[in-house]
C-alpha cells in the first residue's frame, strides 16, 4: 500500500470533542496511527499527532481535518515525514529510557535550567514532562511551596554515572533533590520498602539517647568513633557499646521506647503506602523493642533489629541473636522479599548511614534520607531537603494519588 506519513500539530484553547472530531476523520480516511502525544497548560492544548494515511487520501484527508480543527478555534500545522525520518525516530524510540524525578523548594526554575542542561549536555532527550505537586499561588505564596516534576527522559548517555556526579554537584550547589532511575518494568512495579531506624525512620539514636541516660555516653562515643574509622568492626563494637548499659533499669528502654519521635513526613509516608498496598519493613542495627514498638503504632509489616537481654528489670549488656550488622541488613532484605514472593528490583531501602550502603546498593531502589556525602553519592537517589514522605515522588506518586490516599 501506498501511504504518506504526516505529522499533525495542533494547539489552542482546550475545548471538548477535538479529539472526537479528528479521530472520526482518521476512521473515514482509515488513516493509522503511529504517535501521539498531548500536553494541557492552564487550558492551552498541545497536541501531536503522526499518522500514515493513503498518498491518494492526503489531500481530502488534510482538507477534512484542518477544517474540523479550525471550526474549533484551533491551529494545526500539517507536516510531511519522509521514510528515512521515520526510519530514525523509530531508531531514537527504541533508545533506552529514565526517569529524572526533580524536587525543589519555591519555584525550581534554577534547578530545572540546571538538570536540563546536563541531560542535554549528556545526549538525553526529555519526551515528557509532568508535575507531580499541587500548584502554589503564584502571586502571594509559591516560593514558599515545593515543586516536583517527573522527566522521561530517553537517550544512552555514554557514562551514566559522569551524570550522575554532576548532577549531584548541581543538587549541592543549587539545594535540590533528585533521583534518576532506569524506566523499566521494575520502576512500576515496587512491592516493598524497607527502612533503616534510628536517624531515618525516627530522629534519635537510640544507643546514644540510652548512654546518656545510664551515664556511659563518652564511652559510647569512643567505641563508635573507632567503629567509624574502621578500627572495630560494627558487630564488636555493637557488643562493646551494649556491654556499658549493664545494669541500666528495663525502664529506661521502656520509656525512651515510647517517647521516640518519626521523621518529618514519615507518618504521612507510611499512610499512602499501606493505601496503595505496599509491605513494608524494619532492617535496622537498632534495637528490636524500638522496632516493635513502630510497628504496632505504625502497622510495619517486618522488623529485624538487635535485642539486647534483660534479668530481672535490668540490663545485662547482652545480645540476644545474630547483630544486624550491613551485611546482614541485605541478606534481610532479600529474605523479606523472597517471603513476599518479589524480586529485589521490586523493594526500595532508606537509610541514613554507612551501613546501610549494602542494603541501598541491592534495593531496586535505595534513597540516601538526610545523609553524609560519601553516603548520598554512594546510593545515588538522595533526599537532603525535603521529609521522608518526598519518597513518593520517586515512586511516581502525584500529590494527588497521596491526597486520596490519605483521604480513603
Not at 523499566?184 to 524497607?194: M, S
Not at 523472597?338 to 541491592?362: F, H, K
Request: aromatic letters at 4%.
Amino acid at each position: 500500500m501506498d501511504n504518506e506519513i504526516i505529522l499533525l500539530n495542533i494547539s489552542g484553547q482546550d475545548r471538548p470533542g477535538l479529539m472526537s472530531r479528528v479521530s472520526s476523520i482518521f476512521a473515514e480516511f482509515e488513516a493509522r496511527v503511529l504517535d501521539i502525544g498531548q500536553a494541557v497548560i492552564h487550558e492551552d492544548l498541545a497536541l501531536g499527532i503522526l499518522v500514515s494515511v493513503e498518498r491518494k487520501s492526503v489531500a481530502d484527508f488534510q482538507a477534512a481535518v484542518t477544517k474540523a480543527v479550525q471550526d474549533a478555534d484551533a491551529l494545526i500545522r500539517v507536516s510531511p515525514v519522509s521514510q528515512d525520518n521515520y526510519k530514525e525516530w523509530l531508531e531514537a524510540s527504541g533508545q533506552p529510557r529514565f526517569i529524572l524525578t526533580l524536587l525543589s523548594a519555591g519555584d525550581g526554575s534554577a534547578p530545572l535550567r540546571e538538570v536540563s542542561r546536563l541531560t542535554h549536555q549528556h545526549g538525553l532527550n526529555i519526551d515528557t514532562i509532568r508535575r507531580l505537586t499541587d500548584r502554589g499561588d503564584a502571586v502571594t505564596g509559591m516560593r514558599d511551596e515545593k515543586l516536583c516534576i517527573e522527566m522521561r527522559l530517553r537517550g544512552a548517555p555514554g557514562a551514566l554515572g559522569d551524570l550522575q556526579g554532576e548532577l549531584m554537584g548541581a543538587s549541592d550547589e543549587l539545594g535540590f533533590d533528585f533521583s534518576l532511575q532506569e524506566d523499566t518494568v521494575f520502576r512500576r512495579t515496587r512491592r516493598l520498602v524497607a527502612f533503616d531506624m534510628d536517624s531515618t525512620l525516627i530522629t534519635a539514636e537510640v544507643i546514644d539517647e540510652l548512654a546518656a541516660r545510664h551515664g556511659v555516653g563518652d564511652k559510647v562515643a569512643e567505641i563508635t568513633a573507632a567503629a567509624m574509622a574502621g578500627q572495630i568492626d560494627f558487630k564488636e563494637s555493637f557488643r562493646r557499646r551494649a556491654a556499658l548499659l549493664k545494669g541500666m533499669p528495663e525502664s529506661v528502654l521502656n520509656e525512651i521506647t515510647t517517647s521516640v519521635e518519626l521523621n518529618t513526613g514519615a507518618h504521612r509516608l507510611l499512610r499512602a503506602l499501606s493505601h496503595f498496598g505496599y509491605r513494608t519493613a524494619v532492617i535496622s542495627g537498632g534495637f528490636q523493642r524500638v522496632g516493635l514498638h513502630l510497628q504496632a503504632q505504625l502497622g510495619i509489616d517486618h522488623v529485624h533489629a538487635n535485642t539486647l537481654v534483660a534479668r530481672d528489670g535490668v540490663m545485662t549488656g547482652e545480645v540476644e541473636g545474630e547483630i544486624v550488622d550491613a551485611e546482614r541488613k541485605a541478606l534481610l532484605l532479600k529474605s523479606i522479599a523472597e517471603q513476599e514472593g518479589i524480586s529485589l528490583q521490586q523493594t526500595i531501602a532508606i537509610g541514613d548511614g554507612a551501613n546501610d550502603l549494602p542494603m541501598l546498593r541491592s534495593a531496586g531502589l535505595g534513597v540516601a534520607f538526610h545523609a553524609k556525602q560519601v553516603v548520598r553519592e554512594s546510593a545515588h537517589h538522595a533526599i537532603s531537603n525535603f521529609g521522608l514522605d518526598a519518597v513518593l515522588y520517586l515512586i511516581g506518586f502525584s500529590d494527588r494519588d497521596i491526597a486520596q490516599a490519605l483521604d480513603g
